[in-house]
Every structure is written in structure tokens, then in C-alpha cells.
Nanobody
Framework: QVQLVESGGGLVQAGGSLRLSCAVS????????MAWFRQAPGEAREFVAA????????YYADSVKGRFTISRDNAQNTVYLQMRSLKPEDTAVYYC????????????????WGQGTQVTFSS
């Protein structure tokens, strides 16, 4: 059974940084697009970033471009989201997701999801 497990969330202050991790288990192939989505209280889930299986292509939401960096280590079956210059509007539960499709930002195209990790902005 394939599982995605996120970690690394927590409290952050203005301008702070966090690195989220998503560990993939139960799957031998890494030929999957991996992505991060987030959902703030009372809001719809939104796309944050995605990375192709090789790491050669990355995609970002405009709201995080230049501040967040997605990366992956296929040898470790782990995907990362480095978040810098965090803002209050970055507060959300962050989810890792996987799809066999290429270059998609649509949540409905992702068929495997983690349980989420909370990122909270602290003033």
C-alpha cells in the first residue's frame, strides 16, 4: 500500500522559513509527478507547487513563486517544499500528492494524498 507522509509543519513568524517533507513508502517507481497543495480554514484547496518525476520541471502558484522551492530525492523517496519569507496568508494545512500524469495543477488529477501538516503563522 502506497503512503505519503508529510512532516515539518509548525509555527512560523514573519519572514520565517520552514521545510516540509513528504516521504513516499510502498512504491518502487519514482515516475510520478509530486505536488504540494494547501488548504486554509474556510478556503478551497489550492495548488502550491509540483515537480516532475525527474525533477527537471517545476511548477509554482503565483502566490509562492520566488519564495517556495520544491525538490525531490528519488533515492530517498522524499519530496520537499522549502518555504521562505513566510506570510500570514501561508497559514494552511499542506498536503503532499502524487499523480502519474505530467504537468498538472488540478487536484482532481492527483490520486494519492498524505494526511497533511499544519503551518501556522505566529504574530
Amino acid at each position: 500500500q502506497v503512503q505519503l507522509v508529510e512532516s515539518g509543519g509548525g509555527l512560523v513568524q514573519a519572514g520565517g522559513s520552514l521545510r516540509l517533507s513528504c516521504a513516499v513508502s510502498g512504491r518502487t517507481s519514482s515516475r510520478y509527478t509530486m505536488a504540494w497543495f494547501r488548504q486554509a480554514p474556510g478556503e478551497a484547496r489550492e495548488f502550491v507547487a509540483a515537480i516532475s518525476w525527474s525533477g527537471g520541471r517545476v511548477y509554482y502558484a503565483d502566490s509562492v513563486k520566488g519564495r517556495f522551492t520544491i525538490s525531490r530525492d528519488n533515492a530517498q523517496n522524499t519530496v520537499y517544499l522549502q518555504m521562505r519569507s513566510l506570510k500570514p496568508e501561508d497559514t494552511a494545512v499542506y498536503y503532499c500528492a502524487s499523480t502519474p500524469l505530467v504537468g498538472t495543477r488540478a487536484g482532481s488529477d492527483y490520486d494519492l494524498w498524505g494526511q497533511g501538516t499544519q503551518v501556522t503563522f505566529s504574530s
